[in-house]
């Protein structure tokens, strides 16, 4: 209970991810009309969160390494506090995207620190679904936030507000809860070379393990960090395998499009020509998809793994996409929120359950703070410039010709994951850099 628990701790981070990450869907219009916002300024004020995103995955390894995972995962709460309330609190556009500013900081480094904490405490065995809880917080966020909007839309003239500042609640809980947590053994035994009180977070994680395994857990993590492992930088042919891995997994996972119907699914429902309360509905059941499809993920993770489910993700992808623009192009519009619903569960089980847990998974103990830091990084900066564009993009280009652009990326995505990609399900991370490097560099086939 004790590992479950600090586990969803650290995973709750992505409650907080997914509700402040959609929690703008629902006031998005209000907001563009009430300060006559343009489409170039609505764009920015809506990717201000993931500007945020861009900077706190870009600086994140470096709390998480120099204070440890436990210091960063707590310092998370106050950042999603501050942005919840201040933008409630906005009273002109600058403020508004200021706040959502620190948010998107906090988004960040929770992609950085939250999936790297939980595989670094869970045994092989566990670690796909223990780290995939990460996602599925993030899901639960996006349910609730979906949720929350259409219960507050139209109980008053500033209904948004309340929809930006009810984030405040959970982020004090999440706070409180990281009280509770251990630091990561990898982390003290790396970084502090504090093999006591590694066996000592070991043994709380796991109480029932016997001496000998303890011990035996804590060589084999103090074996791998080496002075010489430490000493190969990170910008190195050595890494080539995991920095490659973790960037296209990144890349492919906004250029499927899903940020872009998450952030925008009232707008591409109406351009369906649903109703504005119609839409909100539709959200909501698209977060309802997310939700329950994540938790097939969760349970087919570590029994088929991730490649396997890359491929379905890919496959569902491709049809849903299709089908949508097709949708567009003929006025089939009654096909949308279906096929929609379709790619949702598509994301749900493949993509959207792999891409935390397989960064966390590919680098070495010395460097999975900056690796995670690197596919963190590279997500975000997809998603800001998608979100950003994609409102004068739908403005200036049918909406069939966009749905078809992000499904001839899905058709990449299948060819990467075919030809690249490597199985990492129930293998020790100190040993998955030997797989990448058998793979890469010794020419073992795929598997």
């Known amino acids: 209970?004790?590992?479950?628990?600090?586990?969803?701790?650290?995973?709750?981070?992505?409650?907080?991810?997914?509700?402040?990450?959609?929690?703008?869907?629902?006031?998005?219009?209000?907001?563009?009309?009430?300060?006559?916002?343009?489409?170039?300024?609505?764009?920015?004020?809506?990717?201000?969160?993931?500007?945020?995103?861009?900077?706190?995955?870009?600086?994140?390894?470096?709390?998480?390494?120099?204070?440890?995972?436990r210091p960063t995962l707590l310092g998370l709460g106050c950042l999603y506090f501050v942005s919840a309330i201040g933008a409630a609190a906005a009273q002109n556009v600058y403020q508004l995207i200021a706040a959502r500013l620190i948010g998107g900081l906090g988004i960040g480094i929770s992609t950085v620190v939250a999936p790297l904490y939980i595989a670094e405490i869970a045994p092989p065995a566990q670690r796909g679904r223990l780290a995939g809880m990460f996602q599925f917080n993030i899901v639960l966020g996006i349910v609730i936030a979906y949720a929350s909007n259409a219960l507050l839309a139209g109980k008053s003239a500033e209904d948004w507000r309340w929809m930006m500042g009810v984030a405040a609640i959970p982020s004090l809980a999440y706070a409180v809860m990281c009280l509770r947590i251990p630091e990561s053994p990898r982390w003290l035994i790396s970084e502090r070379a504090d093999r006591a009180a590694a066996a000592g977070v070991l043994h709380y994680l796991n109480p029932?393990?016997?001496?000998?395994?303890?011990?035996?857990?804590?060589?084999e993590i103090e074996a791998a960090a080496t002075p010489a492992a430490a000493?190969?930088?990170?910008?190195?042919?050595?890494?080539?395998?995991?920095?490659?891995?973790?960037?296209?997994?990144?890349?492919?996972?906004?250029?499927?499009?899903?940020?872009?119907?998450?952030?925008?699914?009232?707008?591409?429902?109406?351009?369906?020509?649903?109703?504005?309360?119609?839409?909100?509905?539709?959200?909501?059941?698209?977060?309802?998809?997310?939700?329950?499809?994540?938790?097939?993920?969760?349970?087919?993770?570590?029994?088929?793994?991730?490649?396997?489910?890359?491929?379905?993700?890919?496959?569902?992808?491709?049809?849903?996409?299709?089908?949508?623009?097709?949708?567009f192009f003929t006025a089939h519009f009654a096909l949308v929120p279906a096929c929609v619903f379709v790619f949702i569960a598509a994301h749900a089980v493949g993509q959207g359950t792999v891409i935390w847990v397989l960064i966390a998974e590919v680098f070495p103990n010395e460097h999975r703070a900056q690796g995670q830091a690197l596919g963190s990084f590279t997500h975000w900066i997809a998603a800001a410039v998608i979100t950003s564009v994609f409102p004068a993009v739908v403005a200036a280009f049918a909406p069939g010709y966009v749905f078809a652009f992000f499904g001839a990326m899905m058709v990449l995505q299948w060819v990467w994951v075919k030809s690249m990609v490597i199985e990492t399900k129930g293998v020790p991370l100190e040993l998955v850099q030997q797989r990448l490097d058998a793979t890469w560099y010794s020419g073992e086939s795929i598997r």
């Not at 629902?26 to 861009?54: K, R």
């Open 1 to 69: 209970m004790r590992l479950v628990y600090a586990a969803f701790t650290a995973a709750f981070a992505g409650f907080l991810f997914g509700f402040d990450t959609v929690v703008i869907s629902g006031a998005e219009q209000t907001i563009q009309a009430l300060w006559h916002l343009g489409p170039v300024m609505h764009g920015i004020a809506l990717a201000s969160a993931l500007y945020g995103t861009v900077l706190g995955s870009l600086c994140g390894g470096w709390p998480t390494d120099r204070w440890g995972r």
């Open 208 to 219: 029932r393990g016997s001496a000998a395994e303890i011990a035996g857990l804590t060589r």
């Open 231 to 327: 000493a190969v930088p990170f910008w190195s042919r050595r890494l080539r395998a995991p920095i490659l891995t973790a960037v296209l997994v990144a890349l492919f996972n906004q250029l499927s499009g899903i940020n872009a119907i998450l952030y925008f699914a009232p707008r591409i429902f109406a351009l369906a020509e649903l109703n504005r309360h119609a839409a909100l509905l539709q959200s909501v059941g698209i977060g309802i998809t997310n939700l329950v499809f994540t938790f097939v993920g969760l349970a087919l993770i570590d029994r088929f793994g991730r490649r396997t489910l890359l491929f379905g993700g890919c496959v569902g992808y491709i049809v849903s996409l299709s089908l949508v623009s097709w949708a």
